[in-house]
């Protein structure tokens, strides 16, 4: 066992009554189940690995630390042999999941022992399904449907576990589109001269000049060009989060301090052609800047703070958390102005050409679950119980049971499963690597790593697919993907980018399955906090924002590994763990949204080594 190394088998012993048959109406069989035989249940949870967890090492039992099962249901068969999708269970489920809490191992072996439990007759394997609590935050614990749908399934096939989307509205969201029109109303500033006649003495011309901002051809200024491909991001997808936006507003509001303040540019304006003297004189330029800063000064939007050219431009409640009020990633948020319409539009993520991750696939992490595929061995005594409070292992446990391979019948007074119950998910461990200096698309800007101005906020994985009931996932399903915001290292501690490639603790999620051969992308999610705006692979990515850097993991790249046909070329593979370094050598391919792994030309900048047995471990070079 892998991933949250611990590993889950059972055993059961009969009570005295072995030979009752229990019918529907029996008060001794609360399950109804006919024609079964009461015994006892046990269960051993077998110790593994300490390491550190995605949001806490309790989370995900990587520690060790036994977090207790809810929805346990183990489903009789009379199979005898590996139970297949179109098998038929023998009567109701045996459901568990009121039993098993996170006090009720026993030492040593670490198992619990429970009695009665009724069994139907012919019973030769079992199909065994649960989960961790999941509590109320499904970030932290994670969300998966299904279960609810075991208790009524008929043969293996229909059961089905799926990831639940985090946002699934189709329509723009209000306080998107908000934001758009607001900053609308900042790019179609424009500045209008005195009517009059301006030039030399040469040649005049009755003018009623005009400076709009988003037109650079209608004035001749460097600065106020300059901002304005700030704002409009050269027309490309930008980042729409009410975080990027502040941090736009604030870079625009102080660039353009000593335009409004200080420009010198002036221009006189006369009442004829031939007249000697001007009748006035302006600054446009100064008048452009200071018109643009008063707009994003709106007090229905801002508020501002600080002076001069150190101001912080705030966005006020309720357009200030968007859209991590609906549980989203910062990058899910884009706009893109349009310079034929003259405005910010909200990005649509269902076009094909929005090259932004759809808000539609994004969901929670999976629940910790089990999964198991058993034969049973039996055994025609009823001295098991004595062996669970003992010191023995879990292994000599199972040595009790004499009858390999066998099926339940009336002489029977105990059984065990003999294969261990797995984890029905897999594990990602991501460490992170980083030199002093990182430059920038360009080479526009040179930026220290100190420790403490990149941390890490969000691993997003995918795709990822609905899976069957033994988690392999299914041909039919549409992509998802996984967002874990819960980053912390295992002292809840916030990981941060080193320098001089010291590997960060690991950051870690669940994750399902993957299909045999498919490339997977994960996600970095990262916030500036180096005082300093640089330039990524789409734009600017503003100093306080967020960002995000995208690695590529190739199954068909590994080398050295040895697995079975069912774990061989998957990226992650049920019940196991995979690890990822990624060295971030640059900021050449950092996007300021969450980029659309299905675009052909999307820029990543990877280069890749796998070696793993049952678990991956990967090298990933991010520029």
Known sequence: MLL???LLAQAFSACTFVDQTIDDSSENSPLGIVDSVAVGLGV????GHTGQTRMSANATQTNGTFRGISDFFLIPYATEGVIGPNDVPLKKNIELGRYISETRLINNNNAAFYKPVYVPRKTASFLIFGHAPAGADPFTYGSLSGFEDIENHTKPSDITFSLNPIYNQTEIPAVAQELADYLTSIASIRYELPEGYYGDIFYRVLRHPVYVWSNPDSYEHEGLADAFSLLSNDDRVMGGSSQNVSCLLTALYNRLYQVATSDPTAVSYYDSSNAPTPVGTVYPYRELAKAIRTAINNSDFVQLSGYGSDVTVSLKTPRNQYPTSLKLPDGAAAIQWNADAQRFQVVLQTKASAKVLSASRICYPPLLCYYGNSRIKTSDTDSEQEHYVSSNSWSQILDEYQ??????NSKTQSIAVKDAINYGVAQLRVCIKSPLILHDRGNMHEISVTGTNFPLTALIVGPQYDVAYNFDPLASSDEHTVYDPRIIDEENKT????????ATAYANTLVLPTRKDEVVYLILEFENRSGVDFVGANGIILNGSKFYMTAKLDPTK????NADDN?????FSQDGYTEVTCVVSDLKGAWNVVPDTRDPQLEIGVSMEMKWTHSTTTNVLLD
């Open 4 to 6: 949250m190394p611990v």
């Open 44 to 47: 051993s949870f077998e110790k």
């Open 403 to 408: 009858n390999s391979s066998a099926v339940v």
């Open 495 to 502: 990981i941060y980018l080193l320098p001089y490639n010291v």
């Open 558 to 561: 590994a080398t050295g590994y």
């Open 567 to 571: 774990t061989m070329n998957r990226v």
